[in-house]
């Protein structure tokens, strides 16, 4: 490649034509490690095309920065010759306790409140579910009716068939009057087992189960709902019996025997229906809880009946979920009773207990 063809940028100053007036030297400058003409390079077999290295940098003791761990550390200074300044020792300032901010939203107390809100809104709910199913049945209103006709009535009868020509007519007239309990259970036990054989009987117990999946609380908001309604209907026919029985067969007993007698006959008529309800859960068949609860309340006086011994009869006789509980009406003569008024109530509450245990059992360990 010719020289010529190069441009003026690439020649060396001596190719310029001198200024007027002025002599060049044509020598060529010695090379010097950085630059030089075309010819020096091409004399001293360097590539002519290449442009000139760089200038080289020669290592400073500047401390240089670390891309990965920061600014080196600048290196340390000789102590220098002259009165030392001791540092002063400054108050030392203690770590302040922060608040510690807790991860709810809400304090304990009104989580615990909003819990209790929320399961006495379900339980509302179950009691509402419950009272609208019963109250609608047509067959609850002539059921309740039954309590208090069957009490009364039975009574009324067995009041007006004692001879009385006295003015305090003889044994416990308000026992007597009190008679008509036993057929007023019955009807009881009918009711409170049409309010879980029924579901049983036409397949709603699925749907009530499905809408309600706390089966505990189904089973406790019908108890609530059974004995409600239960009741009321015992105490106006247990009320009625007797004052009839006190009108009709007047004896000289005392008032707070006589008020012992009524309020533990509802009492008794109440469980009755508790335990009516856990064996209708258990057998989920009306008929069959029907006859089961009646064997249970009139079996345990025939086979006392039947004893050949004095001993077991007495023991039949306080064991017995009627037997043992009406002992509550007496009056008069406690101490020839097998068992005590409320000690024999006492047994009849462990009975409907224990069925109402045997119920949830059941119904927690079956599909429905």
Known sequence: MSRDLLPPERRGNHDLPPPPG???DRTPPPLDGRAGSWEARHQH???PGR???APRRTPTTDPQPDLTTGPRAEPQREPTAGPQREPTAGPRREPTAQPRHEL???PRHETTAGLWRGLAAEWRRYLRAEWTKLRTATETVWLVLGIVAATVGVGLVVVLNVPCTTEFCGGDPTKTGLTGVQLGQAVVAI???LAVGGEYGTGMIHGTLAAMPRRTGVLAAKAVVVTAVIAPAAAV???VSALTGRHFLPADASWPSVLRATGGSVLYLMLIGLLALGVATVVRNAAAAVGVVLALLFLFPILAAAAPDPTWERHLLQVGPMTAGLAIQATTD???LPIGPWAGLAVTAAWAVGALLAAVIALEARDA
């Open 22 to 24: 002025e002599h060049r």
């Open 45 to 47: 077999g360097m590539d």
């Open 51 to 53: 442009l000139p290295a």
């Open 104 to 106: 709810t939203a809400e």
């Open 191 to 193: 009711l409170a087992v």
């Open 237 to 239: 026919a247990v009320a």
């Open 334 to 336: 406690l101490d020839k």
